[in-house]
């Protein structure tokens, strides 16, 4: 079909010339007729005259059946190409309410940020503090193992001082062992010695009774002596 668009021009062209001539070719030959004897070549020749305008003119129907196909497809092409302008304008019509739509949408979106941000700031701030707290506890967490390695050296040092003092406890029990035993040796040895106080008071009791009797008896026989 779009060869025979390309080619109609042309096709009408020639058409138009051929039939020109036919036509002048039947005056001459209309007009020779009366005067040329010779029948049969001026009637072989309107033949062919007629055979050529019939071809003529089934080219030209021909033609004309393109042209109206090209005429139906060529509006239909322009029924379609509207159909999709008119498309295209609804089109452009719905973007600019989706863009007007989306606008909105960002607007909110907008809003929505400034309170995001807000709380980030916040949250921050927050965070900030929480950080200076978990620090200050991390400290207090190191001093806090700090006094635990303090503690276990003061524990270690209270143990080995326990174990000093069972030590000393341990001698001391001994020495009290010991001194018990001298303890006792010397219970012994003072009860034997106040069992001999015994006997020697009275011995001196006895002996003091008679030396004082004997001391007498001297002296009485002294002064009886003189």
Do not use: C
Not at 36 to 61: F, I, M, W
Not at 141 to 162: G, H, M, P, S
Not at 203 to 214: L, M
């Amino acid at each position: 079909m779009s060869m025979q668009k390309k080619t109609s021009g042309k096709e009408k062209l020639k058409s138009m010339l051929v039939t020109g001539g036919l036509f002048s070719a039947l005056v001459l030959s209309a007009q020779s007729y009366a005067a040329d004897p010779n029948v049969d070549q001026k009637l072989d020749q309107l033949k062919v005259n007629a055979e050529n305008s019939e071809k003529n003119r089934d080219q030209y129907q021909s033609n004309l059946s393109t042209v109206d196909t090209n005429i139906k497809e060529s509006a239909a092409a322009i029924e379609n190409l509207r159909k999709q302008r008119k498309t295209a304008i609804e089109n452009a019509k719905k973007s600019e309410d989706a863009k007007r739509k989306l606008d909105g949408e960002k607007v909110k979106i907008d809003q929505l940020k400034v309170v995001e941000n807000s709380k980030i700031k916040q949250e921050s701030d927050q965070i900030a503090k929480l950080k200076e707290r978990l620090a200050k506890l991390e400290e207090n967490q190191r001093q806090r193992e700090a006094n635990l390695v303090a503690y276990d050296e003061k524990v270690k040092e209270i143990d080995n001082e326990k174990l000093e003092w069972d030590q000393q406890k341990k001698q001391v029990s001994e020495l009290e062992a010991e001194i018990n035993k001298k303890e006792q040796a010397a219970i012994a040895e003072k009860a034997k010695w106040e069992e001999k106080r015994k006997t020697y008071s009275v011995e001196a009791d006895k002996w003091s009774k008679q030396a004082i009797t004997s001391r007498k008896a001297y002296d009485n026989h002294s002064k009886l002596r003189k």
